[in-house]
């Protein structure tokens, strides 16, 4: 049996899996880990770290359907202590959140996501005419959690934060388990909305077994929140006729986006300034020619 120890990485700590191991590790800048025969060489190798586990055992994917933990309120980024936090966001220029007389087709909407992890960062945001707020805040949270699954990420220890008390009570009083029980209709037998949504974001969340909600205050102070509330916004403002492809970005968290930049490799393109009149000069020197007797075309 082997020991591998990170001592740099998105947790620290002594794993007994290499597969485990890898995913604290794997893509994380500056990565540290070794692996050794013996426990006490981990440890060693740590040098006694305050917030190494030792041994921690492998997380299987819970597939069987469970409550989840009540969301907290919290709007100081240090309280969330996730491998990853996770912010989303959906809105929508109408006057409600009821579809049908208050949603014209033509009205904008669009949801935005964030992903912090370690060092890096991840966001994504697209768009759509003629839907609710509610429908984008659902959004927002199925594209988030498609894209941790995408990157392996679904057994890491998720700090999720949104102001939409919508979709953390429908997740966390019951309401999605119950809608499950009746065939995805509401109590009385009526119609669910966004019900292909809610469907998904059920699939989705038996895969992760270790998530957090926090519930914050929409437009106030959390960085967080504010950043998936702009980027939403932006993707408004870009919508033309039709519903743009989502558009995302992954870059360091300290270092600034879409900088545009030249290497020596690929030096900026300079504009000819030959112009359009060349074959035209050169026949008018031919016809100039023949006038002189200077110039025979003839192939004999």
């Known amino acids: 049996m082997k020991y591998y120890a990170v001592k740099k990485g998105r947790k620290t700590g002594i794993f007994t899996t290499w597969p485990e191991a890898e995913k604290k590790v794997k893509g994380f800048s500056g990565a540290q880990y070794k692996s050794f025969k013996t426990e006490a060489e981990a440890k060693a190798y740590l040098g006694g770290q305050k917030n190494a586990t030792s041994p921690l055992k492998s ?14 309120i919290k709007n100081d980024a240090a309280d969330y202590r996730g491998e990853v936090v996770v912010y989303t966001d959906g809105g929508s220029r109408n006057h409600g959140n009821v579809r049908g007389g208050h949603v014209k087709a033509s009205d904008k909407a669009a949801w935005a996501f964030l992903i912090k992890e370690g060092n890096q960062k991840h966001s994504k945001s697209g ?20 894209y941790l699954r995408s990157k392996d990420m679904q057994d890491d220890q998720i700090d999720v934060i949104m102001d939409s008390k919508y979709v953390l009570d429908a997740i966390q009083k019951g309401w ?64 033309g006729k039709k519903s743009p492809q989502p558009t995302g970005t992954h870059q360091p968290i300290n270092q600034p986006a879409n900088k545009p930049s030249h290497t020596k490799d690929q030096p900026p393109i300079k504009k000819s300034k030959q112009g359009p009149r060349t074959s035209t000069s050169v026949s008018d020197i031919e016809e100039s020619l023949k006038k002189l007797g200077l110039f025979d075309d003839d192939n004999d």
């Open 127 to 146: 768009g759509e005419f003629g839907a609710t707020n509610n429908r984008m805040e659902i959004m927002a949270l199925l594209e988030a959690l498609k």
């Open 59 to 72: 997380h299987k994917s819970h597939k069987q359907h469970k409550s989840h933990p009540k969301s907290k």
């Open 176 to 239: 999605l388990a119950g809608w499950r029980r009746r065939g995805w209709t509401r109590a009385g037998g009526s119609k669910l909305q966004n019900k292909q949504l809610w469907q998904s974001i059920d699939a989705n969340l038996s895969h992760f077994p270790k998530i957090q909600y926090y519930w914050t205050k929409g437009h106030a102070d959390d960085e967080g929140n504010i950043f998936v509330d702009h980027l939403l916004n932006k993707t408004m403002d870009k919508m």
